[in-house]
């Protein structure tokens, strides 16, 4: 008998999102329990994690369990990267075979971390939008991100962890950009972004980033529209609480 899992998540957040793509690519028999990160049940953090963040998965969870009253010894992981990895190590089918495809993918997804993440954070929800030195700098952190992608990865049909970590961020780029979904005083700097990147220059950064929205799992595991309808109020309260 498969085992069921209970995963506690957030629509909103892109790390939750990383798990909803790996146990939906994974195949498992799973439910998703939704917490909404502005007014937290009282029994997450005490009961769940302690962190009170998402994700979190109950591992080999009773179909008839109480998400809010997992028992003591409960298999409980939070962590969105912990969760991937623990998924794919017991649902391979999720990972790539091949472990020096899966080593480049995987220096590929420290690249995306450490070039894109933060520059874009800034750029997007901590700065007013528009300033011309934070786009360059995401930008120089996508000409630094290109060459970790792989020869040939781009032209693959599989996909993997590294993928997964990835994804649910870059999507948020493109996808948000489109509809200036951030708090932005200039409304048009989600334009820029998309106009900047349109060059040849960035061939490689839209060709990844078209590759992972064609992969079903990931459009299956979030309703953009709802997203971008809400995505610019919450970040923009975010933003607030962090200048106070």
């Given amino acids: 008998m498969s085992k069921h899992h209970i995963l506690y998540s957030a629509d909103a957040c892109p790390y ?6 790996a ?4 195949g498992a028999d799973y439910e998703i329990v939704e917490i909404d990160l502005r007014n937290k049940p009282e029994w997450y953090a005490p009961n769940v994690n302690p962190a009170s963040k998402v994700p979190a998965l109950w591992y ?10 997992p028992p003591k010894g409960a298999v409980i992981i939070p962590e969105s990267g912990v969760i991937v990895d623990f998924l794919a190590s017991i649902y391979p089918d999720i990972q790539f075979e091949d472990p020096v495809k899966r080593a480049k993918a995987a220096l590929m997804a420290l690249a995306f971390e ?9 750029y997007s929800v901590l700065s007013d939008g528009g300033s011309s030195k934070e786009l360059d700098d995401f930008l120089n952190g996508v ?12 032209e693959s049909p599989e996909y993997g962890v590294a993928d997964i970590l990835i994804a649910p961020f870059l999507t948020r780029i493109f996808k948000f950009s ?22 040849p220059e960035f061939e490689k950064f839209r060709a990844y980033h078209d590759k992972l929205a064609r992969w079903t799992v990931v459009s299956e ?3 953009w529209d709802n997203m971008i309808a809400n995505n610019r109020k919450q970040m923009g309260e975010f933003k607030a609480k962090m200048n106070k």
């Fill in 23 to 26: 146990i939906k690519a994974s």
């Fill in 178 to 199: 489109k509809h200036e979904a951030y708090p932005w005083t200039n409304e048009n700097s989600g334009k820029a972004v998309l106009e900047a990147l349109a060059g």
């Fill in 16 to 21: 939750a999102h990383r798990a909803r793509i």
């Fill in 221 to 223: 595991t979030i309703n």
């Fill in 114 to 122: 450490s070039n894109i993440n933060k520059a874009w954070f800034q």
């Fill in 143 to 154: 000409r630094n991100f290109q060459p970790a992608i792989p020869e040939g990865y781009l």
């Fill in 60 to 69: 080999d969870a009773p179909k008839d369990a109480d998400p809010s009253k």
